[in-house]
């Protein structure tokens, strides 16, 4: 199994970036895939969570109305467009991997539990 996160970078508050999660060795359609986020000396925390099944999506409240997740099945490959970046979404964003069905059971999905696969993560800085 493999996850592989690009497109961070560093860029001015009010931009905007594009992350992808290219994934490979599992059935795309059987997993849910999450963003995360982690900033050194604190918690791990869920950004975003797409059921590829199904195309359900959900989103952590700082991420609603800003952030975009979207998943292509044919390129098995999740997307997570951020608009509106603000200096407190400076952090490395990591995605995930884990059954269908994961972001279903109201936010327990936030506590990132169990999650057998990840990437290394794409660094993300936002300067104000």
């Known amino acids: 199994v493999q996850l592989v996160e690009s497109g961070g970078g560093s860029v001015q508050a009010g931009a905007s970036l594009r992350l992808s999660c290219a994934t490979s060795g599992f059935i795309f359609e059987d997993y849910t895939i999450i963003w995360s986020r982690q900033v050194p000396g604190k918690a791990h925390e869920g950004v975003s969570c797409v059921s590829t099944m199904d195309g359900s999506v959900y989103y952590e409240d700082s991420a609603k109305g800003r952030f975009t997740i979207t998943s292509d099945n044919a390129k098995k490959t999740v997307y997570l467009q951020m608009n509106n970046l603000k200096p407190e979404d400076t952090a490395r964003y990591y995605c995930?991997?884990?059954?269908?069905?994961?972001?279903?059971?109201?936010?327990?999905?936030?506590?990132?539990?169990?999650?057998?696969?990840w990437g290394k993560g794409t660094q993300v800085t936002v300067s104000s």
């Open positions: 995930a991997a884990v059954d269908w069905g994961y972001c279903e059971e109201g936010d327990s999905w936030l506590a990132l539990s169990g999650i057998p696969y």
